[in-house]
């Protein structure tokens, strides 16, 4: 069980947009940087978003990314059918005393 | 830019000790404020990350893989490594080697290898 809790799937049309939800707690998101992560089938993960909302070079701006409290969310606006794929939450835990990085269990997008 | 690239055996055996290298090529190992970290994925789930190390040779362990875990750097090889130790089929996975940077934002990956515990 993941420490970060995703929707296990969402799906949407073409052209539509899509929210993906990750909810943790206090010593996770409510305290840390949230990342989000494409994965395409058979693929390495790809960083969509870094400290919650910046985006690396190269990632287009129909990918977007919030904090409030303890849960962020990635959004995605202008489906194509090549944004079907597992979208992972990460951030750091402090739970812990030495501290680790967490992942959410994943969210498989369909396009419709 | 930065690639990394995952080696070592596709096959190991109960009990024994898995032993992966990650070689970066396209920049120093030692530039920058990163940190280079092992995360592993089994078959049809997700990603569990398993430490990291920073160039001053600080490393920081999942928890529940601390007991078996050794991160080391080689920065004359610009390399990084991975040792798990007492290694069962639950240890089965794609194992990758990253980068971390600001916000816990990891990138580049490498490859990914899969690595069989099996005998």
């Known amino acids: 069980q993941s420490v970060l809790t995703q929707p296990p799937s969402v799906s949407a049309a073409p052209g539509q947009k899509v929210t993906i939800s990750c909810s943790g707690s206090?010593?996770?998101?409510?305290?840390?940087?949230v990342s989000w992560y494409q994965q395409l089938p058979g693929t390495a993960p790809k960083l969509l978003i870094y400290e919650n909302n910046k985006r690396p070079s190269g990632i287009p701006d129909r990918f977007s990314g919030s904090k409030s409290g303890t849960s962020a969310t990635l959004g995605i606006t202008g489906l194509q059918t090549g944004d079907e794929a597992d979208y992972y939450c990460g951030t750091w835990d402090s739970s812990l005393s030495a501290g680790r990085g967490v992942f959410g269990g994943g969210t498989k997008l369909t396009v419709l | 830019q930065v690639q990394l690239q995952e080696s070592g055996p596709g096959l190991v055996k109960p009990s024994q000790t898995l032993s992966l290298t990650c070689t970066v090529s396209?920049?120093?190992?030692?530039?920058?404020?990163?940190?280079w970290s092992w995360i592993r994925q089994p078959a049809g789930k997700g990603l569990e990350w398993i430490g990291r190390i920073y160039t001053s040779g600080s490393t920081n362990y999942n928890p529940s893989l601390k007991s078996r875990v050794t991160i080391s750097v080689d920065t004359s090889k610009n390399q990084f490594s991975l040792k798990l130790s007492s290694v069962t089929a639950a240890d089965t996975a794609v194992y990758y080697c990253?980068?971390?940077?600001?916000?816990?934002?990891?990138?580049?990956w490498g490859q990914g290898t899969l690595v069989t515990v099996s005998s």
């Open positions: 990253a980068r971390e940077g600001r916000g816990f934002g990891v990138r580049p």
């Open positions: 206090s010593s996770n998101i409510g305290n840390n940087y």
């Open positions: 396209g920049g120093s190992i030692s530039s920058g404020s990163y940190y």
